[in-house]
């Protein structure tokens, strides 16, 4: 049954696979910040670090949206529906976030269980979907979905997109115009761009993730094998930063030619490795700059835990990532 529900997703997208929207979508997301993916407030609220405030802190920094990074499978029952406790969280986060000005992009982040067994991973995701997606059915058009945050590993190429095709049918049902965000598989990369089949919806809005040079962006992070032990890795030679537009260029073409407005959904470098904070400022400004001379949205990664632009303890940003980010309006512009 399965199999036969492969084929025919499959030859329904193939027919929808050159087609392209008449009209290019609007992008309601310009600047933004991935929040509370690793906040203790999903599973006990009194230990939560975020607090709604921060919500009112960001708007009045120079953002208009946040990314909220939801790893929702945890908080299913057998049956796979979710918590009513944690339904009832999610609503007040957007909730919150509207109130404080800002547009949301709900994102399912369970991509790791997605990668490593697709087919458990499509029942749990289409549930999540069935119930999540009706309840914002009203909702503004600054509140989008995003229904997987990076597939890779099994997922890589076709087998993405016909995952994609179906919970974008789900989602359909209640959200028709809805802006639905989706990115190619390798982890969102960037080359996997031209795999991508998409159907004639003008409601898409496709999204990439950036931590080239990995080795730079990523040393030290202990959950990453090949760059655990690595330090004093520099960037911003003349070669780095044209390596950076090269990429950002071919980004660019892929829109042009398939007439989808860009967001960059994640972008950073790791701030727990001692990497001087002056290589990181210059390489999250280049990023950021890059993306805005093309007309990409983009969201930082992220707002806390790591990669950080706000500094819990001291209870303030930290300004030098968050100056570029958001430039003071005396300069630091591209």
Not at 92 to 111: N, P, Q, Y
Not at 157 to 185: C, D, M, Q, Y
């Amino acid at each position: 049954m399965w199999k036969a529900f492969l084929a025919v997703v499959v030859a329904l997208w193939a027919s929808a696979a050159a087609a392209k929207p008449s009209t290019v979508l609007q992008s309601p997301f310009h600047r933004g910040v991935n929040v509370l993916g690793y906040d203790p407030y999903w599973n006990d609220e009194s230990k939560r670090r975020f607090e709604w405030r921060h919500f009112t802190e960001i708007r009045r920094g120079g953002f208009d949206f946040v990314r909220l990074n939801l790893q929702a499978f945890k908080h299913m029952d057998a049956q796979n529906k979710l918590e009513p406790a944690w339904l009832a969280k999610l609503d007040e986060v957007v909730s919150r976030a509207r109130a404080a000005g800002l547009g949301i992009i709900i994102d399912e982040h369970d991509f790791d269980v997605c990668s490593t067994d697709v087919d458990g991973c499509r029942t749990k995701l289409s549930a999540f979907w069935q119930q999540v997606a009706p309840r914002f059915a009203r909702a503004p058009r600054n509140v989008a979905f995003e229904l997987l945050n990076e597939p890779h590993d099994k997922l890589n190429g076709e087998p993405w997109n016909v995952l994609f095709a179906h919970e974008l049918a789900i989602v359909r049902k209640s959200n028709p115009t809805r802006i639905v965000v989706v990115g190619p598989s390798h982890w969102n990369s960037l080359k996997d761009l031209p795999l991508l089949r998409l159907p004639n919806d003008a409601n898409l809005l496709v999204t990439f993730h950036y931590y080239e040079p990995f080795h730079f962006t990523h040393q030290g992070a202990g959950w990453v094998e090949e760059t655990k032990n690595l330090h004093g890795i520099t960037w911003g030679s003349e070669k780095d930063r044209a390596a950076l537009a090269s990429d950002f260029n071919e980004v660019a073409a892929w829109s042009a030619a398939n007439h989808r407005p860009i967001l960059l959904g994640e972008f950073g470098a790791y701030d727990k490795s001692g990497t001087p904070t002056d290589l990181r400022v210059a390489y999250t400004s280049a990023v950021r700059c890059q993306a805005e001379r093309r007309g990409f949205g983009w969201a930082y990664w992220q707002f806390d835990s790591d990669f950080i632009a706000w500094d819990m303890k001291a209870n303030a940003w930290v300004r030098p990532i968050k100056d570029a980010l958001i430039p003071p309006r005396s300069g630091g512009g591209c």
